[in-house]
């Protein structure tokens, strides 16, 4: 080593130069002044020595050790010594001092502490030690040690003591230093005898006894208190409590420990999860009071257990359902008639509820979903509104709420030119709207909403009863924009496009009914609209047979020539139960009357042309017709009984109307005193509608109407098991349960008796095949 | 022209008494007529997909915005477009009677 030969006669002393450093070093321990040359010097001499000086850091490393030694133990002497303060206050102003320094006086050494380590390190290599090379403490570390071995080893568990004692001081309310704690517990955390695990120390003892001590103060205490206070007092104790520790914790933990959380998890078992049962025990009467700021607190406890929430969840739950289902059975008779007050008082229970869970439980999502759960469960609740639902055979399928239906209905209300539609404002509107669409998310059968809803669209459509089209089309958009099936939503948009085309198709009409004929009254009186039959359905049911007026099927050829000149290779198909009109009816008493009615009710009424005073039984009028009984029963009802009409156009010789009562040989006949009564005067002029509800469904009869619905469904259940069978070729009943309900929620939730008949259909066709050994297993026929 | 016009609805009025009468107590005043209208065909479904063919095929049913309409081939069998742009991949026949596919036309 030429190099190292050369340095040691460098002329560089150890000595000589750390006398000339050795001032600073004390100057610098004893906390006085020193100027910022001789700081910077400080530097310089360090380095010297280590340069050029061998084992120079070695020899810093030893004077600089005793001095810090000395100092520490007059230290200790002067914290020993003192008696007329606190020990703990002594000891954090000396340690104040102290830690201070250990973060200054290091800083000129820090060149040693790499060297140290190097100089080592190659010195073990060199020497063919296997001992990995060791690192040796740095000047800080050296300080903290010796503080440690001379002060605080000795007197920390008198330390520690003394801090809980102010601690348990400031529980009791008095005022304490909070500085002095917080020194003790840098002492603590300094004291990292351990690199890996710097904190080890102080979690060993500071951070376990902090802990300890909340549990042992409070464990006697909040059960006294309870005692004492009653529950609903102690909630607020120990709300308060808790927010309490939750602060100190800040304040005196070390938060980066990783178990600085055992403290509050402690705290909340002490304060919360001891008393859980009784406090839980309020919850119930707390929502039924719907005492908000109580409820909070109990969720603010609450929420930091680790079980108590499932309670809380469990009370809303069934909150809700009762509550609800209570409020419905109340209200059970006006509501199933008013579609609109059963949706507000849907809607107001909403609300009610979602504000219960906002303000008492600050919207926390579990306690949102429990909310959503009971009130799908309200709003599909089959004991009070229900519908039966059977298939064409006959047999009971299932039973639902009638929900559904309801809503559509008062969609209907909202867009068609009605009473309600007429007082509100198109914001209204919109708003109740979105409201229904709300409720509908919760509805499981959203296959009968749609059904009716399209029913009502079709027929405002074709009545044109529509309050307004923008509306109509914004339904349709918000429909697909919430989930519902693409297929039935397009048939509703087609409907709409269909509408607009079928204008332009009248306006012609009515110019070629001008233009070739000049048969300008005719062109006046008549309408047409050719659907598609794609959008709007075949008609629903089977057509019903029935013969024209004389005065109508004159026009029939004359359209079906128009139509066929502008569309080649359609075929039109008539459907007289859908279409309507008007007629003017004059009484012999001078009355003269506009009548809206059906095409049916118009067949009826014909027959009364040039027979004005006669009597004409129903076989009689049954052959005019052609009707089928019941449509024509139906009919002459209307005509004779209708809701809500002090007087009526036809008479018939029954005392008591019910159709049930017709026979071949009733006979009817016009009243030629039928008159108008408004503002309690006898009106002789005046327009009636007597459409109402005749055209309403697309099916004949609300049973048939449930059948419909049935055999789509039973379609739907059959392809979805096929579909999954294809993808997944075997799988168990539970599995296979699980998607299909998956695949058909945004229609209906198939039961287990259709998805049972629909397997049995399909294994009898042979799509797939239960396994052998396993009967609840399937397997997929290709 | 509306001078013609005045007195064809007079006449009009004269031929069809507008205005009822002791006899005849009732008189049209309006109609509004409703047809549906359906493709003029032999078979109303189609082979392909068997889906009526006023309605959209099944792949169609559940795009949102799918344009479907039917086609017709020289042998005048019907089909959903999209169906048969499918088919003849395949095989440029009609698939129910074995024919050349040709176009004859379309309808929307």
């Known amino acids: ?782 | 022209m509306s001078t013609t016009d005045v007195t064809v609805t007079s006449e009009d009025s004269q031929k069809k008494t507008a205005n009822p009468t002791e006899n005849r107590p009732f008189v049209l005043k309006k109609w509004n007529a409703l047809a549906i209208w359906a493709w003029d065909v032999e078979c109303d479904t189609c082979a392909i997909c068997r889906v009526h063919l006023m309605e959209e095929c099944l792949r169609c049913q559940s795009e949102p915005n799918a344009d479907c309409f039917v086609v017709w081939g020289d042998c005048n069998h019907s089909f959903h477009h999209c169906c048969m742009s499918q088919w003849i991949r395949q095989n440029n026949r009609c698939p129910l009677c074995q024919q050349d596919w040709v176009v004859q036309r379309t309808g929307k």
């Open chain 1, 1 to 782: 080593m030429p190099i190292r030969t050369f340095l040691k006669d460098n002329g560089v002393q150890f000595d000589q130069e750390w006398a000339k450093a050795h001032p600073v070093v004390q100057s610098l321990l004893y906390q006085k002044t020193v100027t910022p040359a001789d700081w910077q010097d400080l530097f310089l001499w360090v380095y010297k020595i280590n340069s050029w000086v061998e084992e120079g850091a070695t020899q810093i490393r030893d004077t600089l050790t005793t001095d810090i030694d000395r100092y520490v133990k007059e230290a200790g002497a002067r914290i020993r010594s003192h008696k007329t303060e606190s020990l703990l206050k002594v000891y954090i102003k000396e340690w104040k001092r102290y830690f201070k320094q250990t973060n200054i006086l290091p800083l000129p050494f820090k060149v040693i502490d790499g060297t140290t380590v190097a100089i080592k390190s190659s010195s073990s290599a060199a020497g063919g030690s296997s001992n990995p090379p060791e690192a040796a403490d740095s000047i800080k570390s050296v300080m903290l040690d010796k503080w440690n071995s001379k002060i605080f080893e000795e007197m920390s568990e008198a330390l520690l003591a003394d801090a809980l004692k102010l601690i348990e001081d400031e529980r009791n309310g008095l005022l304490i230093d909070a500085q002095s704690v917080v020194g003790i517990r840098e002492s603590f955390v300094a004291l990292n005898d351990n690199p890996d695990d710097v904190l080890g120390v102080y979690r060993k003892t500071f951070e376990r006894s902090f802990i300890e001590q909340t549990v042992e103060y409070y464990r006697n205490r909040s059960a006294e208190y309870l005692a004492e206070a009653g529950v609903l007092n102690y909630m607020v104790y120990a709300d308060k409590k808790l927010d309490e520790e939750q602060k100190r914790a800040e304040k005196y933990l070390e938060m980066s420990s990783p178990s600085a959380s055992r403290h509050m998890d402690k705290c909340v078992m002490v304060l919360v999860e001891s008393f859980e049962d009784q406090i839980l025990a309020e919850c119930s009467t707390l929502i039924v009071k719907r005492d908000v700021e109580r409820l909070q607190r109990l969720y603010r406890l609450i929420r930091r257990t680790r079980n108590g929430i499932e309670t809380v969840l469990k009370c809303i739950d069934c909150h809700i359902r009762t509550e609800g289902l209570n409020d419905m059975r109340n209200n059970a008779e006006s509501m199933a008639t008013d579609p609109e007050k059963y949706v507000q008082q849907l809607l107001a229970m909403f609300d009610r509820f979602s504000s219960l869970v906002r303000e008492g439980f600050c919207d926390d999502a579990r306690l949102l979903t429990a909310r959503d759960k009971a009130f799908r469960v309200v709003v599909n609740d089959s004991s009070i509104f229900k519908v039966e639902m059977s298939s064409k055979k006959g047999r009971p399928l299932s039973v639902e709420s009638k929900c559904a239906e309801l809503l559509a209905n008062y969609c209907d209300l909202l867009l068609r030119k009605t009473q309600l539609s007429k007082k509100l404002t198109s914001e209204e509107i919109d708003e109740k709207l979105n409201q229904v669409l709300l409720v509908l998310k919760y509805v499981e059968n959203k296959d009968v909403f749609m059904r009716f809803h399209r029913a009502h669209l079709s027929r405002r459509l074709i009545l044109e009863m529509s309050a307004d089209q923008e509306k109509e089309e914004m339904m349709v958009a918000k429909l697909r924009e919430c989930g519902m099936p693409s297929d039935a939503v397009n048939k509703l948009s087609r409907m709409l496009q269909d509408i607009e085309v079928n204008k332009d198709l009248n306006s012609n009409f009515k110019k070629a009914l001008v233009g070739t004929n000049n048969n300008k009254c005719a062109s006046d009186a008549i309408n047409i609209k050719v659907l598609n039959g794609g959008a709007w359905g075949r008609g629903g049911s089977e057509k019903i047979r029935f013969s024209l007026p004389r005065e109508l099927e004159d026009f029939v050829p004359e359209m079906e020539a128009f139509y066929k000149k502008q569309h080649n290779g359609r075929k039109l198909c008539w459907m007289h139960h859908w279409s309507s009109g008007t007629m003017v009816f004059g009484t012999s008493n001078g009355g003269r009357f506009d009548l809206d009615v059906t095409t049916f009710q118009m067949a009826v009424l014909f027959c009364f042309n040039e027979r004005a005073h006669e009597k004409i039984s129903l076989e009689t009028l049954r052959l005019a017709t052609e009707l089928p009984d019941a449509e024509l029963n139906r009919t002459l009802l209307s005509l004779v009984a209708y809701p809500k009409m002090k007087s009526q156009i036809l008479l018939c010789d029954l005392p008591i109307i019910s159709p049930r009562d017709f026979t071949d040989s009733t006979v009817f006949y016009i009243n030629h005193d039928f008159h108008l009564i408004k503002n309690g005067k006898i009106q002789l002029r005046g327009k009636v509608n007597l459409i109402g509800r005749l055209q309403l469904s697309l099916e004949a009869n609300a049973e048939k109407e449930h059948e419909g619905i049935v055999a789509l469904r039973e379609f739907r259940v059959q392809e979805g098991i096929v579909k999954i069978m294809k993808m997944r070729k075997t799988i168990t009943l539970a599995q296979l349960t699980m998607e299909l309900v998956e695949i058909l929620k945004p229609l209906f939730v198939p039961n287990r008796k259709i998805i049972k008949e629909q397997i049995d259909w399909l294994i009898e066709n042979r799509y797939m095949e239960r396994r052998s050994d396993d009967i609840q297993t399937f397997v997929y026929l290709a």
